[in-house]
């Protein structure tokens, strides 16, 4: 008989330690066939409650369970965390689809942000409101409205960091707290085009990223990617709103150079102050949400789970 321990029954699947018994309904995010040494099929299923998720294998499977075990299913699983390499895994005992009776919905399982939609659009939109620059505030007003119903949707990404519903809108939010603090120390930056591009930067993942539940990279993610996207929207923006001048073109730069590197997916380096301080910004905002997250379920006086996005480092949490 399995028991849940006291902490993983308050704070969830995210805050569980090795030989932690687990015995509860989940949801299955994403579902994905491999092939075993020995030849047999096994799914890795990455399983999610409210405070985060947990990678789980599901070892010779038979034909049917690739249906049955499939994304956005709720299931009761029983199983046991274990340490696989640096990384936490739950070695599955027994699962099974939940049914009516559980009476369970999947919002029930979807970690998403601390902050409420409607006060993240109102800080967005009281930025916008601060840019001086009647172009830019004109371009990234439209485009906000354009695609507002996905922005406060959609995570950031699909792994690593900001990664649940309302992701993206939430480290929109963190990058302009940010903006808002560097623009004061250093006031020859040019605060509507930095606002300007945090708000639109990752916006083409609204179209890149399939929603929040089950995320995956639709066709034009994979084949276009968000950098393109967005950079297309300005320029087509800037031609319906009978926008000229070079503020579409600079804002189109921003958005394209800010991975800093071609390596990183970005096509052109920064080559403005204000496309190379959102570089910063963005990355000090991904790296600090990992390492939070990271930090939180850990004891002073340990190390972290490895963090794959940040050279697979564990960090200290100092006593």
Known sequence: MYRLTVLTM????????VGD???????IRQSIRGIASNGKPFLTLRLSDQSGD??????????EDEATYSGKTIVQVQGEVF??????????????PANDQDQVNVSDFVPSAPLNKNDMLEQVNQYIFDIENAKVQRLTRHLLKKYQHGF???PAATRHHHEFMSGLAYHVVSMLELAN???KLYPSLNKDLLYAGIILHDLGKVRELSGPIDTEYTPEGKLIGHISIIASEIHQAAEELNIEGEEPMLLEHIVLSHHGKGEWGSPKPPLVKEAEILHYIDNLDAKMNMMEKALEKT??????ERIPALENRTFYKPR
Request: charged share 30%; proline share 4%.
């Open 10 to 17: 308050q704070k969830g699947i995210y805050y569980a330690k």
């Open 181 to 183: 603090a560097v623009v």
């Open 152 to 154: 406060l949707e959609v």
């Open 299 to 304: 004891e002073p006086g340990h190390f972290t």
């Open 21 to 27: 018994k687990i015995d509860r309904h989940m949801l």
């Open 54 to 63: 947990i990678e789980a294998k599901l070892w010779a499977i038979k034909p």
């Open 83 to 96: 340490d696989y390499r640096g990384r936490l895994q739950l070695k599955i005992a027994r699962i099974r």
